[in-house]
């Protein structure tokens, strides 16, 4: 596990999340890479996500893996190891990541509620625009943009919902399972972030324990 990691852990309901600084480093990386396949037609219809994927925005494509190899495989084996570490006590032996992409939301644009396949999801902000535009009703909860994560339903002293405003440089990791959504927002800019699937040991995706 990489002693440099800074990860804090919380639990807004059952399921644990994880929130994960990016090296500033890392992000640009992930950004240069993104704007090349942007001002590359070829390098985007070859990469192109959308046809497997679910959300109703500008355009999502798949990191390409001579890209995730040198720049993400190992960040993402740590982080991922130190999240399950830290809730169960158990160090991972096995780490693959099943996918990898981009996506680039603008105006008015969403992902609908979904949750995703493997053992462990994460997501990491890129790029989010100055601010998410004007809202309804401003004595009423802002959602322009964020993510929401769902759990269950609500009941006494056990909310359903948790919602994460995104920020450049944070990356969140929590159980495939979790269902969740992106709102839309309503203001010029660009909100742009990297998800990823991963499968980690069997026997700890199996077990139940939790230390």
Same mark, same amino acid.
């Given at each position: 596990m990489d002693k440099e990691i800074r990860?804090?852990?919380?639990?807004?309901?059952?399921?644990?999340?994880?929130?994960?600084?990016?090296?500033?480093?890392?992000?640009?990386?992930?950004?240069?890479?993104t704007d090349d396949c942007v001002s590359n037609e070829e390098k985007r219809k070859k990469l192109d996500a959308s046809d497997h994927l679910i959300g109703q925005v500008h355009q999502e494509f798949h990191v390409a893996k001579e890209f995730y190899e040198k720049h993400l495989k190992k960040f993402l084996t740590n982080v991922v190891g130190s999240y399950v570490e830290n809730i169960n006590g158990k160090q991972i032996k096995s780490f693959k990541v099943l996918n990898c992409w981009i996506v680039r939301?603008?105006?008015?644009?969403?992902?609908?509620?979904?949750?995703?396949?493997?053992? #462990?999801? @994460?997501?990491?902000?890129?790029?989010? %625009?100055?601010?998410?535009?004007?809202?309804?009703?401003?004595? $009423?909860?802002?959602?322009?943009?964020?993510?929401?994560? #769902?759990? @269950?339903?609500?009941?006494?002293?056990? %909310?359903?919902?948790?919602?994460?405003?995104?920020?450049?440089? $944070?990356?969140?990791?929590?159980?495939?399972?979790?269902?969740?959504?992106?709102?839309?927002?309503?203001?010029?800019g660009e909100r742009r972030s990297f998800s990823f699937n991963s499968e980690v040991d069997e026997d700890i995706y199996r077990a139940t324990y939790v230390g």
């Open positions: 990860i804090k852990v919380f639990r807004p309901f059952g399921p644990a999340i994880a929130e994960i600084d990016i090296p500033n480093q890392l992000v640009k990386k992930l950004n240069e890479f939301q603008f105006k008015n644009e969403y992902n609908p509620n979904h949750y995703h396949n493997g053992h #462990i999801s @994460g997501v990491g902000y890129l790029t989010v %625009p100055k601010d998410m535009g004007v809202h309804k009703n401003e004595k $009423k909860k802002k959602p322009n943009g964020k993510i929401e994560l #769902i759990h @269950g339903s609500r009941m006494f002293l056990s %909310p359903a919902q948790y919602q994460i405003t995104p920020t450049v440089g $944070k990356l969140y990791l929590f159980p495939h399972y979790l269902m969740h959504t992106v709102y839309p927002f309503n203001a010029d």
